[in-house]
């Protein structure tokens, strides 16, 4: 089972920090020409759902968000807490 999982959450972490990192681009974009903006909520939800990483190369690829301190702070702290929380299942299932 063990074999299975890893790849197949490899996979999704690649994907939705790929797709984190283009909606960042989006929303970067759109606020240079004063459309409608990606909510805050879900850039926030993108890097909650494993796209940390995506959000933060995104932030600092685009300047956009750097000067909102809850993303400065916000992102990194989930990133943070994201690799917290896979090594102690890391750790706990023996894969490490």
């Not at 909510?39 to 909102?68: C, D």
Request: glycine share 6%.
């Amino acid at each position: 089972m063990k074999n299975v999982l890893v790849p197949l959450l490899l996979l999704y972490l690649v994907v939705i920090n790929i797709v984190t990192f283009i909606v960042f681009a989006v929303d970067k974009n759109r606020a240079k020409r004063h459309a409608w903006r990606v909510p805050e909520r879900t850039l926030f939800l993108l890097a909650l759902i494993g796209g940390s990483i995506g959000a933060i190369a995104g932030m600092y690829a685009f300047r956009h968000k750097t000067k909102h301190w809850y993303f400065v702070i916000g992102m990194p702290a989930i990133l943070a807490a994201q690799v917290g929380v896979a090594v102690v299942v890391l750790l706990k299932t023996n894969i490490l």
